[in-house]
């Protein structure tokens, strides 16, 4: 199975920081990487597909890059509504996996 | 409005059975593939099972091969996990998530909220 690495795995940041969270993959993937945030006691909502389309109703502030095995999730001007745990999930073949998760909390 | 809704969860002990099931709403259901994904308590995400539009393709991962069973009824728009031989590792939070395409090759666009099974004697 294709093994994802994210880091950090929690980072502590104020409103208004930028923030970069990257995601790494044991083979390359092509650009076949989700970007999710999940909430406390929430379900997973989908930010990014495709490692860089914007998912609809998502704020611009985020952003997606990459592509073969290294990848990065940006949120520029960081909200308060944006402390959460943010997950990349590789979809390019089965089983896909996710990685461990990037908890961002409050400076 | 997608609506995804989980049922079925609860407590259960070791070696016994469970089915989940996920109502599907705004969409339509028969077009698309369709997931189980899972959360332990604490834990990260682990994606389970997929299944294909019309259901005649699924997959499952290592951990419940040969236990899980994925199937839809999709003159019901509704999604079933079956879950036999649970064990205690199996407690978790269980989501059901749409993905983007019929034959399950690309990711999700929507979840459930949740149904929570705890597998404990």
């Known amino acids: 199975a294709i093994q994802m690495t994210q880091s950090p795995s929690s980072l502590s940041a104020s409103v208004g920081d930028r923030v970069t969270i990257t995601c790494r993959a044991s083979?390359?993937?092509?650009?076949?990487l989700g970007w999710y945030q999940q909430k406390p006691g929430k379900a997973p909502k989908v930010l990014i597909n495709?490692?860089?389309s914007l998912q609809s109703g998502v704020p611009s502030r985020f952003s997606g890059s990459g592509s073969g095995t290294d990848f990065t999730l940006t949120i520029s001007n960081l909200q308060p509504e944006d402390f959460a745990t943010y997950y990349c999930?590789?979809?390019?073949?089965?089983?896909?996996?996710f990685g461990q998760g990037t908890k961002v909390e409050f400076k | 409005e997608v609506k995804l809704l989980e049922s079925g969860g609860g407590l259960v002990q070791p070696g016994g059975s469970l089915r989940l099931s996920c109502a599907a709403s705004?969409?339509?259901?028969?077009?698309?593939?369709m997931s189980w994904v899972r959360q332990a308590p604490g834990k990260g995400l682990e994606w389970v099972s997929p299944?294909?539009?019309?259901?005649?393709?699924?997959y499952y991962v290592d951990s419940v091969k040969g236990r899980f069973t994925i199937s839809r009824d999709n003159s019901k728009n509704t999604l079933y996990l079956q879950m036999d031989s649970l064990r205690a590792e199996d407690t978790a939070v269980y989501y059901c998530?749409?993905?983007?395409?019929?034959?399950?090759?690309?990711?999700?666009?929507?979840w459930g909220q949740g149904t929570l099974v705890t597998v404990s004697s």
């Open positions: 998530a749409k993905h983007r395409d019929s034959n399950g090759y690309n990711g999700f666009d929507y």
């Open positions: 705004g969409f339509t259901f028969r077009s698309y593939a």
């Open positions: 299944i294909s539009d019309r259901g005649s393709n699924t």
């Open positions: 083979q390359d993937i092509r650009n076949d």
């Open positions: 495709d490692a860089s």
């Open positions: 999930l590789q979809d390019y073949n089965y089983p896909w996996t």
